[in-house]
């Protein structure tokens, strides 16, 4: 959500839609080898893991998603995010209630990942305000800190000069959330596509249709890609007891080796892999396979998947079915997962590196994230 990303679900939705009465919570599966069998083998496989989805937008409080994570054994890391162009995602308070009502449907499953607001970083105070919301926040249970790409591509200070994340003025805040062994959730950047004249081939071409003012190719006054990963790099750097966890691939969505780089440099990094499962597959299977091999304690699977209160719970639950379905094909068989017209060859995943990504790496990451008692 907020990324381009939704746009994923929508698309390798289509075809994989469970026909029926019921809504699509079923995993009693038969196994039989109809498509509603196949997805349903699949789900009941991904549910063996007690998988853990680090990545979900979800703000709507109906019990169905409740019911859903509990057939799944799924937990998920419900992510606020704050931009001020977006009215969906400018009020932090709104969406932190719907937040909390979530974990409370579903029993402590939705984890709470916070955020702040970077805005007035030039304000008198600002650390200090920003560090009193995550005090109290924490104390609500919040286990991350979600930063934003706005850092790097939205702000700027009063006298004109781009604000990248590895600002000082959010350095005390980086140093308190350090403190209290919490964990930074950092969207920053874009696909390389954001900054690529329109391409109908590529995974975000709608995305960027959808939303120009988010498009970095049509701003060329913006930062460059480079640079806003450089100034990433170096608050992962300066803070060697943050745990950061890059969303989407941490943006080196095109090549598995950007973050073989960056996992060698940065034992406190690891990556996410929300709304950029497509990334993988289009990439050499043999490279995808045994990178995730020898980094299997630095990638946490994650989706991306978002409910606002407004949307079709019955479309939002097919959506979620569809994509566990079909990321699961891919991570551990060696099944057909088709994507944008193309076939791909699933990864076979050995299971004890399916059980990291999906759910080891998760508790790993993100202390605290099953709850009290953990
Ligand atoms: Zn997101």
Partial sequence: MKSSGMCFGVLVTAGLLVVGAGLPLGIEASGDATPDGDQNAALKAFAQTNPIDVHIHLYKDDP???????????RGLDICVLDDRDPDFNNLERQRSEVLKVRQITGGRAAFC????????????FSERAIRQLDSDFAAGAVA????????????????????PDDPAFEPIYKYIAAHNRTVVAHLAEPDSCWQPPNPASPDYDYYKKHPGEYAY??????????????????VAENPTLRVVGAHLGSMETDVDQMAQRFDRYPNFAVDTAARVPYLMIQPRDKVRAFLIKYQDRVLYGTDLGVLPRDDTRKALEEWSSTYARDWKFFATDQSVEYMGHTYKGLALPQPVLAKIFHDNAVHWFPGILGAGQ
């Fill in 114 to 125: 916070t955020t702040f607001s970077p805005y007035d970083f030039e304000k008198p105070g």
């Fill in 218 to 235: 049509a701003h060329p006054e913006w930062p460059s890609k480079a640079a806003i990963l450089a100034a990433r790099d170096h608050l």
């Fill in 145 to 164: 800190v979600k930063i934003y790409k706005v850092m790097g591509m939205e702000m700027k200070s009063k006298a004109g000069k781009w604000v990248m």
């Fill in 64 to 74: 169905a998603f409740g019911v859903l994570m509990q057939r799944l054994q799924l």
